[in-house]
């Protein structure tokens, strides 16, 4: 009873969307559920919404939380773009910022809260700028006054806010370690230190911050490396059993750690690194089974990776691997051409029909049983009409060459009278030769 009224109440604070939504949701910021009755994944989302829902009433955000069906208000849906459910979407104004994240309830929540602020946050102070800092492992900071990089600054924000805050600051904010070569500038303070922006270096401002909005070292998962594959950055993995405490597993850990942070100058704009705990992911991603602990660098542009063609064994031949990447010697494989996409098919289709078979042996028997013997039975019953066809045609043949023979022969009856005929012809013929030889002699 407690659950159901906790529940309950959650789900008080979600508001039920119609149609006088469209008109009515201008006056104010909506974080929107758009979902289908019959969905697994909205089933799901459910209980997390009515969190959320609780969550922001209790913070007195001025987020409000609601949820749409989908199907049955499909044009409205269709209007703000959706084409999968569930999907979640802040509607601030005329805009609609999608969320990609994580579904849970504090990844939700924040996502809400960036998005429904400002673009750009202003750091007044030193104390301020700490403890954004310490909140944030990646932090964004335009410093400076009215310029051009500003203005795209800012046109970058509303773009990218979706996935990072942005902030602008003094001079005189930052920190003493701090040294700028120019004014304007557009920072990035991560891992312990930072980088600034260079236009010539970097190229446009909004592909570096999309780029440099990861940590150098992350713990990867499907979904961080879907997000990776905007970056444009390789990406150096390694994959192991986080709860084997092996030498070797947390070696090449380690390895993977302190290239990311000793040669963070030299690979930071062309690699991002990390580790992925166990291999289900990366084995249907390589269409492979790969042994751990191992190392993999994925190309997430094309869908080419590249396995090192001997044991690392110390941070060093974990750079020389990547330097053979980058100067093109290491073999890629894998890749998006023609063989790999057939490859591919056969790859999905045979891990569904074992997925199928092995949560569930009875209705894969159904599902792929059936379709079998169907076909077999179809298969049977042309196989054996042809048979039959042929024996058919065999006889009516054998029937037209009988006839044929009787036709250009004649019956039995019609071969004896023309036989009695020669016979007959003949004898009258002998006696009218017996007859001209009696008036010779006379």
């Known amino acids: 009873a407690v659950v159901a009224h906790v529940v309950a109440s959650g789900a008080g604070f979600v508001e039920d969307l119609d149609e006088s939504f469209k008109e009515n949701r201008k006056d104010d910021i909506w974080?929107?559920?758009?979902?289908?009755?019959?969905?697994?994944?909205?089933?799901?989302?459910?209980?997390?919404?009515?969190?959320?829902?609780t969550e922001m009433?209790?913070?007195?955000?001025?987020?409000?939380?609601?949820?749409?069906?989908a199907t049955s208000f499909s044009s409205i849906a269709s209007e703000f773009g959706v084409r999968g459910y569930p999907t979640i979407k802040l509607l601030k104004g005329d805009l609609a910022y999608n969320y990609r994240g994580p579904r849970t309830k504090d990844d939700i929540i924040e996502f809400a809260n960036r998005v429904a602020g400002p673009l750009i946050r202003p750091l007044p102070s030193q104390h301020m700028f700490e403890h954004v800092q310490k909140r944030h492992r990646v932090l964004f900071v335009y410093v400076g006054g009215e310029s051009p990089l500003k203005e795209k600054y800012i046109e970058v924000a509303s773009e990218l806010i979706v996935y990072t805050y942005f902030f602008s600051a003094s001079e005189d904010v930052l920190p003493e370690y701090v040294t700028l070569p120019e004014l304007p500038a557009v920072m990035v303070f991560k891992d312990g230190t930072y980088f600034v922006y260079d236009e010539y270096e970097d190229g446009d401002l909004s592909s570096w911050i999309n780029r440099e909005r990861f940590q150098g070292y992350l713990h990867v998962d499907g979904f961080t490396l879907y997000e990776l594959g905007d970056t444009g950055k390789l990406v150096a993995i390694a994959v192991?059993?986080?709860?084997?405490?092996?030498?070797?597993?947390?070696?090449?850990?380690?390895?993977?750690?302190?290239?990311?942070?000793?040669?963070?100058?030299?690979f930071h704009?062309?690699?991002?690194?990390?580790?992925?705990?166990?291999?289900?992911?990366?084995?249907?991603?390589?269409?492979?089974?790969?042994?751990i602990p191992t190392i993999v660098v994925l190309n997430t542009s094309n869908q080419q990776y590249f396995?090192?063609?001997r044991h690392i064994e110390s941070t060093e031949d974990m750079v020389q691997f990547i330097n053979n990447i980058l100067d093109g010697t290491a073999e890629a494989q894998g890749g998006d051409g023609l063989l790999q996409?057939?490859?591919?098919?056969?790859?999905?289709?045979?891990?569904?029909?074992?997925?199928?078979?092995?949560?569930?042996?009875?209705?894969?028997?159904?599902?792929?049983?059936?379709?079998?013997?169907?076909?077999?039975?179809?298969?049977?019953?042309?196989?054996?009409?042809d048979t039959e066809g042929e024996v058919f045609e065999h006889e009516g043949a054998k029937k037209e060459?009988?006839?044929?023979?009787?036709?250009?022969?004649?019956?039995?009856?019609?071969?004896?009278?023309?036989?009695?005929?020669?016979?007959?012809?003949?004898?009258?013929?002998?006696l009218k030769q017996k007859d001209i030889m009696e008036k010779k002699k006379d």
């Not at 062309?270 to 790969?290: K, P, T, V």
């Not at 022969?409 to 004898?427: D, F, V």
């Open 240 to 266: 192991i059993d986080d709860k084997n405490s092996s030498v070797e597993h947390t070696r090449l850990k380690s390895i993977i750690q302190e290239v990311a942070r000793d040669y963070r100058d030299h």
């Open 341 to 385: 996409r057939i490859k591919r098919i056969i790859y999905d289709a045979k891990s569904t029909i074992m997925s199928v078979f092995k949560s569930s042996p009875l209705l894969g028997c159904f599902l792929f049983g059936l379709p079998l013997g169907v076909i077999s039975i179809m298969c049977y019953g042309i196989c054996t009409a």
């Open 57 to 69: 009433r209790n913070m007195g955000s001025p987020v409000k939380v609601g949820k749409m069906d």
């Open 31 to 53: 974080l929107v559920d758009f979902y289908a009755p019959w969905c697994g994944h909205c089933k799901k989302l459910e209980p997390v919404w009515n969190e959320v829902g």
């Open 401 to 430: 060459s009988g006839d044929r023979e009787l036709t250009d022969e004649g019956s039995e009856e019609e071969q004896e009278e023309e036989k009695n005929g020669r016979y007959t012809e003949l004898s009258d013929g002998e």
């Open 307 to 309: 396995l090192p063609d």
């Open 269 to 291: 704009r062309d690699f991002q690194f990390g580790h992925m705990d166990g291999n289900d992911y990366i084995n249907s991603l390589l269409m492979d089974d790969l042994t």
